[in-house]
């Protein structure tokens, strides 16, 4: 399962709020609710969020095996 805990540690440590996420990287909020709920997102919105955030994959998502 891939889990998008370290996106909201990395987002904080670079002072993003959600907001600021979907005005920089135009990411609409039903993608912020489906990655809060750790749901399939495109890999188009992993890209948005790398370059936004100026990080790289493993800063934001992780697998998890069940």
């Keep these: 399962m891939i889990v998008f805990d370290?996106?909201?540690v990395t987002m904080?440590?670079?002072g993003f709020s959600t907001y600021t996420?979907?005005?920089k990287?135009?990411?609409d909020?039903?993608?912020v609710r489906r990655l809060k709920a750790n749901e399939n997102i495109e890999t188009?919105?992993?890209d948005k969020?790398?370059?936004a955030l100026d990080c790289n994959i493993a800063?934001?998502?992780e697998f998890i095996k069940k």
């Design 21 to 23: 996420l979907r005005e």
């Design 29 to 31: 909020s039903k993608t």
């Design 59 to 61: 800063d934001i998502a």
């Design 12 to 14: 904080k440590a670079k």
């Design 44 to 46: 188009k919105t992993l």
């Design 25 to 27: 990287c135009g990411i």
């Design 49 to 51: 969020l790398c370059e």
């Design 6 to 8: 370290k996106l909201w």
